[in-house]
Each structure stands twice: as structure tokens, then as C-alpha cells.
């Protein structure tokens, strides 16, 4: 299952080195977030709980991260 995430990963990163529209690297993005949450579900992880606790634990620290590429 990790294979087929890191290769939607890789299909984005190539379709983004390619200068692809936004929209087609997004949707090789979508795909892999398809497939991590297939993964998450086959593990009896509840996705939606441990992202509200993810997102928390991020807000709380300080912004030390640069931005993505805009439209």
C-alpha cells in the first residue's frame, strides 16, 4: 500500500517538475490522499480524528515552514 502512495507522490512531483498545470498536479495529489486514507481505514485508524489532533498539535507551534508554489 506504501508503494502505491509513493508512487502517486512521484507522479505528482514529475507532473509538477514538468510545469503541468496547478490542477493536474493536484489531481495526482488527490489520488495519493485517496490512497492514504484506504490505507488508514484498513488499519481501523479513525483518519478524521487524528487529523483534528494532527492540526492542533501544528497550530500550537511556531511557523518555521515556507510557502507552496501559487496559481
Do not use: Q
Not at 502505491?4 to 512521484?10: A, Q, R, V
Amino acid at each position: 500500500m506504501l508503494a502505491l502512495i509513493h508512487t502517486e507522490i512521484s507522479e505528482a512531483t514529475d507532473a509538477y517538475k514538468k510545469g503541468e498545470p496547478l490542477e493536474a498536479v493536484g489531481e495526482e495529489l488527490i489520488d495519493a490522499v485517496i490512497r492514504i486514507f484506504h490505507m488508514l481505514s484498513a488499519m481501523g485508524v479513525d483518519a478524521e480524528e487524528l487529523f483534528r489532533a494532527k492540526m492542533a498539535k501544528n497550530w500550537a507551534r511556531p511557523y518555521r515552514y515556507n510557502t507552496v508554489r501559487a496559481k
